[in-house]
């Protein structure tokens, strides 16, 4: 008798010893032996489809074992990314869109965003690290900050919610997959993973949503669907061949756009500046408050953890943007219109990046290197060196007459005689390249960080429970905080196991915060 049953098997590998277990899963189709020593090795399976048996006789089974592509619908294809080094998925993978967007329908159901808050752990998980667990009904509230403000009382005001989101693209997550060891395969696939981030942001209802590792060919079928519940989404893509990018929406019933313009931390003319990470900001007038616009900016600064002169390179050259962007001059007053800043910076609380946030002044000599920001015109005060001679005239400055590169608005040809040519430029080569760098535009975070116990919040999991996302504003009569979308301390965090999980579809967890903007007209 022959018997043929198919089965496709995701693989935990454990290597067995007197002193430790070391596990090893594998979630891509990568052959590669768990390990070359004579050691027992435990095989535990998880049933992904059916198996081969196939009975050669009394007593004589031979198992054959395939293991699947890594899809998010499971279905059998081969496996592009088995065939490069750099685990660099093609256009027809999955990642960048072969699964299409269902908020109510696919192969596994998904279990509402607040149902799963309520679940009941098993007795008996299989694994602590992918079971289901029990998620603590306060541990993302709503908690009130400060007091209430009663200089608005008999002013006209504005109430909104911000949301900031880095929902991890997920053609990164396959190209990286020893990130993710810890996590359930099933929560990995982007068709469970998008209905939860969906329906994590539809509960919590924000005016502003800014979104970080937004991945291009997923705009169609997902992020389009904001669209449909009445956002209106602007979007950047990284330079260079990253297929990922920022987007800021925003509800149209609540704000007219008036403009936008975005940042590319890629300048040719600067070697610290050599990555593809982008920026982005709109200026938006809320319909119930004509004249009283603000300005929303969103980045995702570089991760590598050694780069910390990077990522404050590139919030030097973004704030130095902001700066521009955000000033007004009404002919009685100037000023900064109010900003909220948001982003994953991927730097502690205690870096260099968001010590120049939370202060506005860093001695930044040990991150410098032999790069000359004159090259750039931007000075050490996170300025272009245009803005600073314009604005003694009281002029504003477009971005034609700045020095940063940008790849789509290189072609536009400069106006008038540029005011950073080398003859001004070494007039005032004493404001670039000294031991200290700052900014004016006095931001608070919506965050303290740290609890009053002095345990630190945590957004996401690398080797350990840390902060990297951030949410500031400014610090201004017009602009309040009034709540915040609670974050839980790194100790609580451990329930949460691996992200992603059943309950959230991202390694990062949101950030949002409600504000009361005052109607400020004439006076900034």
């Given amino acids: ?14 290597k067995v010893n007197k002193t430790h277990v070391r596990r090893y899963t594998h979630f891509i189709n990568k052959r590669r032996i768990c390990s070359s020593e004579n050691t027992d090795i435990i095989l535990r399976a998880q049933v992904h489809s059916s198996l081969v ?32 080094e750099n685990f660099q998925p093609t256009t027809k993978h999955v990642c960048y869109g072969g699964g299409k967007f269902d908020v109510s329908e696919g192969r596994t159901p998904v279990t509402p965003f ?90 919590l209802a924000p005016d502003i949503l800014c979104l970080q590792e ?6 169609a079928d997902f992020y389009n669907r904001f669209n449909e519940i009445g956002y209106v989404g602007i979007f950047k893509q990284k330079t260079g061949q990253r297929q990922d990018g920022c987007a800021i929406y925003y509800k149209s019933s609540r704000f007219h756009l008036v403009e936008q313009i975005h940042v590319e931390f890629f300048q040719p003319e600067l070697p610290i500046l050599n990555r593809d990470n982008i920026g982005m900001m709109v200026k938006l007038m809320p319909v119930s408050l004509p004249s009283s616009p603000i300005v929303v900016a969103t980045t995702h600064l570089l991760y590598n953890p050694k780069r910390t002169d990077v990522r404050l390179a590139q919030m030097q050259v973004f704030l130095a943007e902001i700066d521009r962007f955000a000033y007004c001059n009404n002919g009685l007053e100037s000023g900064h219109l109010p900003i909220i800043l948001t982003g994953d910076f991927n730097s502690t609380p205690d870096s260099a990046v968001v010590r120049l946030l939370d202060s506005g002044t860093l001695m930044a000599s040990p991150f410098r ?38 790849s789509e608005y290189s ?112 006076q900034l």
Wanted: net charge neutral; proline share 7%; aromatic share 12%.
């Fill in 1 to 14: 008798m022959v018997l043929f049953v198919r089965i496709y098997l995701w693989f935990t590998c454990e």
């Fill in 53 to 84: 048996l196939r009975q050669h006789g009394p007593g004589k089974k031979r198992s054959k074992i395939k293991i699947p592509p890594f899809d998010s619908d499971g279905s059998k294809k081969n496996d592009p990314m088995s065939k490069r």
């Fill in 114 to 203: 607040q149902t799963w808050i309520k679940t009941e752990v098993p007795e008996e998980p299989p694994d602590p690290g992918q079971s289901r667990r029990e998620i603590p009904r306060d541990f993302r509230v709503w908690e009130p900050v400060g007091r209430r403000n009663t200089s608005t009382e008999n002013c006209e005001t504005f109430q909104f919610k911000v949301l900031s989101y880095n929902v991890l693209a997920q053609y990164l997550l396959e190209c990286h997959p020893y990130l993710y060891t810890g996590c359930d395969p099933d929560n990995l696939k982007w068709r469970l993973r998008s209905s939860r981030i969906y329906e994590e942001i539809v509960e």
């Fill in 214 to 219: 937004v991945q291009s060919s997923h705009i």
């Fill in 369 to 406: 290197d032999a790069s000359d920001w004159e090259r750039i015109g931007v000075t050490d005060n996170c300025q272009h060196l245009s803005v600073y001679l314009n604005r003694q005239e009281g002029l504003t400055t477009e971005f034609r007459k700045t020095k940063i590169y940008n």
């Fill in 411 to 522: 072609n536009i040809p400069p106006v008038g005689p540029e005011p950073t040519s080398n003859r001004f430029v070494d007039q005032f080569s004493e404001l670039f390249n000294s031991d200290t760098i700052g900014h004016s535009l006095r931001l608070r975070s919506v965050y303290d960080k740290y609890k009053h116990n002095e345990t630190p919040e945590a957004t996401t999991f690398q080797e350990y429970w840390v902060t990297v996302d951030y949410i500031y504003f400014s610090y201004c009569t017009s602009l309040k905080l009034v709540e915040r979308l609670r974050l839980p301390t790194a100790a609580e965090c451990e329930v949460l196991g691996r992200l992603p999980n059943e309950v959230y579809g991202s390694d990062h967890l949101a950030l949002a915060a409600t504000f009361q903007l005052r109607s400020y007209g004439n």
